[in-house]
């Protein structure tokens, strides 16, 4: 994989272009930023900025005063990249809080081995309703040890309202539930992207996350997808370098709560 040309297309396709991701959502292009807009429920957000020393303090000044007026919180999704190489600390000094670093990881579909099963015991479910988002989540608030928020009424309203942009499973042990995850099909691009895995701490370290990883993946490459994203912990990371996927950076999401 030619590490610059992908991230320069995942830079184009899932950030500068990207489309809503939900009905009740729309992206505006103002000035030098991109951004993500919707209700309170929905996810708020900066999802690119072209920025420079000289600017770079105004256009976040407007960008807060414009989710400050709708009254919702925002997220500046901010990659290693990003210029200035200090918006990290510009965006402090306005309010934002930053979350724990990820790093940026994607994987060229084709190249991967997918040959992976769930452990004994294990089967992998499609969520594809209330109950099914409520499992999934059961085993994600454990594996986090945090409550899913805002997350679960917008998984279970995309699986409601656009069914065909999402695919969801939760790994369950009997009738427990012990590893939640999801993949956003990101129409128009070559990136399906992978969210949670999360398992619970009783079943970690058997190779449930993996076989998530793989069953994704190969659904994904049977619609056309080239490539497989992630924003991926310090736990996760090491497991998705041995399944095949590269390190193209850093991401780092800083929050802003209205008035903040």
């Known amino acids: 994989m030619n590490r610059e040309e992908v991230l320069a297309l995942f830079d184009r396709q899932m950030r500068r272009d990207v489309r809503a991701g939900g009905p009740s959502s729309r992206v505006e292009r103002e000035g030098r930023v991109v ?3 919707g209700a309170a429920e929905d996810w708020n957000a900066v999802l690119w ?10 256009v976040i000044a407007e960008q ?11 997220e500046w999704k901010l990659y290693g990249h990003d210029r200035p190489a200090d918006l990290g600390e510009r965006l ?3 309010g934002f809080v930053p979350d724990d670093r990820e790093t940026l990881m994607v994987a060229q579909i084709g190249e991967l081995d997918l040959a992976v099963s769930p452990p004994e015991g294990v089967r992998l479910v499609p969520v594809t309703d209330e109950a099914g988002v409520d499992l999934m989540f059961r085993a994600s608030e454990q594996a986090f040890e945090e409550p899913s928020g805002h997350l679960r009424a ?4 995309q699986l409601t309202d656009d069914p065909e942009s999402i695919r969801a499973f939760v790994a369950m042990a009997g009738d427990e539930p012990v590893c939640g995850a999801r993949m956003e099909l990101n129409r128009g691009t070559a990136f399906a992207s992978l969210w949670g895995g999360g398992t619970v701490p009783a079943w970690q370290g058997r190779g449930i996350y993996r076989a998530l990883v793989a069953h994704r ?7 056309g997808y080239e490539f497989l994203q992630v924003d991926a912990s310090d736990q996760s990371r090491p497991i998705l370098q041995r399944l095949g996927f590269e390190v193209l950076g850093t991401t780092t999401p800083y929050r802003r709560k209205p008035g903040s």
Do not use: N, T
Request: aromatic share 6%.
């Open 35 to 37: 951004r993500h807009v």
């Open 49 to 58: 900025s072209d920025l420079d020393e000289a600017d770079a303090d105004a």
């Open 64 to 74: 807060v005063r414009f989710f400050d007026g709708l009254g919702v919180e925002v």
């Open 92 to 94: 402090v000094k306005a």
């Open 154 to 157: 917008q998984v279970l309203a």
């Open 217 to 223: 993946a190969r659904i994904a490459a049977g619609l």
